[in-house]
């Protein structure tokens, strides 16, 4: 069985900050992991997957995050927030069929 | 545009009604899932379909069904509704493999 756990159903920045949002899985097999981002009325989109290449990840409009397979966490983060990344962010794991966090909502405040 | 289609966007019926909810794939993706979006239970795996064939299972009540077409476009059917069925209804589709799943942009449904 496979899970994961968002922690922090809601994170407030200031537009400038650092953008920490934290994933961490559980997975019976070397797992799959996605980082998505929905913004209000809309689908998800895909930010960053990582597919055991490389552990650092990096994904669309400045995000990445980093595989630590021994805290096994796939935490998300963005040196400098945006106004337009307010919008909420959900981390899944993926082993035949994905399997979503409660997602996180990043408020930017200026 | 991620290439999935969904219609219809928005959805207002009665309890009791019977609706069905409607999914086209990016081209060339032989996988379909469905997932439920409601506010008190996030984001809910429902049902998964490959080329067809159900795949695999996830919080799906039995007055839902689903079903893929030879044409790869999919089709919920949600009968006897309830109030609490009221959510946003996301078609996501994939490539071959446990990889990226691409959103449709929902189907929103309502139920008074």
């Known amino acids: 069985a496979q899970s994961v756990t968002q922690l922090g159903s809601h994170v407030s920045v200031s537009e400038g900050a650092l953008v920490l949002l934290r994933c961490n899985y559980s997975?019976?097999?070397?797992?799959?992991l996605f980082w998505y981002v929905q913004y209000p009325n809309q689908g998800l989109q895909l930010l960053l997957k990582?597919?055991?290449?490389?552990?650092l990840v990096k994904g669309i409009n400045g995000f990445e995050a980093e595989f630590k397979k021994s805290e096994t966490s796939f935490h998300l983060t963005k040196p400098s927030a945006h106004m337009s990344d307010a919008a909420e962010y959900f981390c899944a794991v993926s082993g035949g069929k994905s399997t979503f966090g409660d997602g996180t909502t990043l408020t930017v405040k200026p | 545009d991620s290439g999935v289609t969904q219609t219809p966007k928005h959805l207002i019926t009665a309890t009791g009604q019977r609706v069905t909810l409607r999914c086209s794939p990016r081209s060339g993706d032989l996988s379909v899932y469905w997932y439920q979006q409601s506010l008190d239970q996030g984001l809910q795996f429902l049902i998964q379909?490959?080329?067809?064939?159900?795949?695999a299972k996830g919080n799906i009540l039995e007055r839902f069904s689903a079903q893929q077409f030879p044409d790869l476009h999919s089709e919920l059917n949600l009968s006897s509704l309830e109030l609490g069925d009221s959510a946003l209804y996301f078609c996501?589709?994939?490539?071959?493999?446990?990889?990226?799943?691409?959103f449709g942009e929902g189907s929103r449904l309502t139920v008074l």
């Open positions: 990582y597919t055991s290449a490389a552990t």
């Open positions: 996501a589709s994939s490539a071959r493999g446990p990889g990226e799943l691409f």
């Open positions: 379909y490959y080329n067809g064939e159900e795949r």
């Open positions: 997975s019976s097999v070397p797992p799959y």
